[in-house]
């Protein structure tokens, strides 16, 4: 039986940016991909958001940032129609700009 050391025998021959596209390429499987939303999810987020926005609820939305999803919790302050955004203040003060489009789900949220 051949004992290896496997990838530590290879590392000494390889060139730093080889290295780091090695890397690279690693992260990139990590990355998700962005689902279209059809017409009836579409007109069931905009119910959600408006019956938050009207009874002043708290909702939780997933929105596609940067090849991630991303969760936030708090209650919607502002609908910015000119820049299609939506202005989420959450529990700790801190204000969200999140793009309409980028928007996957939207939930009424428990109160905080």
Known sequence: MIRDRGRIKWTSMMLPEHVKMLRDWAQEDEY???????????????ETILEAMEYNRPV??????QRKYELVIG???????????????????????????AIADVRLADEW
């Open 32 to 46: 998700e991909q962005e689902k279209q939303l059809d017409e009836q999810q579409l007109e069931q987020l905009n």
């Open 60 to 65: 939780s939305i997933t929105y596609f940032r």
């Open 75 to 101: 209650k919607i302050h502002y609908w910015n129609e000119l820049g299609q955004k939506l202005h989420i203040v959450d529990r700790f003060e801190e204000i969200h700009r999140i793009g309409i489009s």
